[in-house]
């Protein structure tokens, strides 16, 4: 497998996005999020405005029935405690039986021995989608070195053959986010560019693009393009938000206005 | 006990509500707030722009001193799980013992029984108010089916049966939260319209609501009046809110900012 | 020992200030942070404003590989329950092992006597900086009663006596905050004035300043100078929110945004 020369990407139409987005207003899913402590809020409201239905049910006691009755199920490892992870396995345990699509989220693969063997165990319990940064998707495909703590010290492109492999092996979807995003079922490859590098600087911005992505599955069979469009609405909030500001504060508020934006106007 | 008719509902006068939250700001009274894990960031930021010092002392250790000093209590069932169940039942008995107000807000009631169940606890420790969105007033008075996750699916003026209903018989001040807002001991109701929808696309308004209802009850005897102020400053920050932007990220803040232009006027 | 007199304090100057915030955003150090749960999302971003890389690795079982490759390290006694207690002492024992420079948050010190005594624990494993409120040092320096929860109800000058004394005992450097900032090693203090009260309206300004000092002290080995450029750090950003917004909800996206704009214009 050699990487796929620019020309080769598939895109995903600006009609397919407007569709997808439009599903997510009109549907509102019921998206279970089992996350970080850090991002749990920014998480939340970056679904919200969205058009979709977030709720952090953590408890291990009622995981079980309430992922049960989700659309979508968010699995992010940012702070992976023995209690949350013991709810996150019962919630994908649900997730798997009722056919419910789960999204995990890495964070900081490649850093920490202890958090590897963490995330090992949510691989082999087979995640429709995962989304992670350069440094994250090549350590977990077994060819990397892990970032700075959280932060991706590679580019997207440099983890593309990785992410191909993993999503072959796994078999899953594989979003790998960055300058560009690429989004492979380890065949086809969507290539989702613009953006801004501001987003880096607003804590949560990747966690909640993650739960994004469950929001689109639970709206779409096709977890290509469903995993696809997440990227691609957050590409083009970001860029609108950085038109209106370009400090990292009023960025956040400005990025979730411009969700809220760009999925209303795909409603009507 | 059939529906009050429109007419029948009390007002909270503009003058009182002024004169509550002058208090509230002249007082600036310690509300320990257990609640979830998701808003307690927009809980502490609502309760300091309105006037009131809160404290999220949470380990079951402490919570006994912290209940002690402090002037309202709030219990937010969000993410209830063991260790913060045990502090949170601390606290409640300890404010039993000082007479210390404190409001129960049970997030999600009818969705899970096994919440449900540690609902049904809380409810027997007897709050001095409870606040909830229409189906989870409808849901801990027996009469309803539940929401979808965290959100409500009923109109608040459907619940209202099942407020005053669930305030005799507890007894206690039952608000429910909607469109209009209705604050009741079970005979006397207070109704309060206004407001904005955008709200509940910010998450966290409604479980920091709960916690300015802690706030108000720490500055005025007269509890039905005093979670009707909470419910009418609300509204008016809303409103204000709305009128400066109309997507949720900058509403978020927005909010906020008219929380501390609504108080700090009437205290001067 | 009296009180030294004002014109016997030493000055940060703009040069140094500035050499400092270049140094922070060129060399980008990583602050691990075990922080109070309600401040996390807030720290984070005021760090990723700063140039910092923040990371929140929390599990006892990975604290000590994470301690071990961080350049700064955050312990903030806010929300001390014991599993989180655990993780902050593994992640000390290392720092203390690879010298790397860490700050202790006495959160509400003074208050809750099961509290100080978690407190004391942190003391005697010889943080690098103590940075409080006046209420907060004036109590681990066993001279104070306490504030009122987490606000303080003491100036910073009435501590500034209590905050050598503790500087000289442990040794370590104290900065006690409020009005006037004061950072003494027991001989030289270093006095910082401005920043605007606004700040206290918004939770987490104070956690995250501390967050701050483990940034810098991360980048310049004068430990009196690095604390102290934190503090200016903050009170210019303050300044500078306070300009453009009168109210909290806003000033904390424009005092994140102005510790981004200071920080980024040293750099060029």
């Known amino acids: ?141 077994g060819m990397g070195q892990g970032g700075q703590g959280v932060d991706s010290t590679d580019s997207s492109f440099s983890a593309l053959v990785a992410a191909q492999e993993l999503a072959r092996q796994t078999p899953c979807i594989v979003a790998v986010t960055g300058e560009k995003d690429y989004v492979t079922d380890g065949s086809t490859t969507i290539e989702i560019a613009g953006g801004h590098i501001m987003a880096t600087l607003v804590v949560g911005t990747g966690c909640s693009l993650s739960a994004l992505v469950a929001g689109f599955l639970a709206v779409d069979a096709n977890t290509l393009e469903a995993t696809a469009a997440a990227m691609m609405l957050a590409k083009r909030a970001e860029e609108k938000a950085f038109s209106r500001t370009q400090a990292p504060g009023s960025f956040r508020a400005a990025y979730i206005d411009a969700l809220y934006e760009i999925t209303q106007g795909a409603a009507q």
Chains 1, 2, 3 share one sequence.
């Open 1 to 141: 497998m050699t990487v796929t020369s620019q020309n080769q990407f598939a895109k995903l139409s600006p009609e397919r996005f407007h569709a997808l987005c439009r599903a997510l207003v009109t549907q509102r899913p019921l998206v279970h999020c089992l996350t970080n402590e850090v991002v749990q809020e920014i998480t939340a409201n970056v679904l919200l405005a969205a058009g979709t239905s977030p709720a952090m049910v953590v408890a291990p006691d009622e995981v079980d029935d309430f992922a049960r009755i989700a659309s979508g199920l968010l699995i992010n490892l940012g702070t992976p405690y023995p209690d949350r992870l013991e709810a996150m396995k019962r919630a994908v345990k649900t997730a798997n039986t009722t056919q419910t699509p789960w999204v995990l989220d890495p964070v900081a693969a490649g850093v920490i021995p202890w958090r590897d063997e963490r995330i090992d165990e949510f691989l082999a319990l087979k995640p429709t989608v995962i989304r992670g940064n350069a440094s994250e998707i090549l350590a977990i495909a």
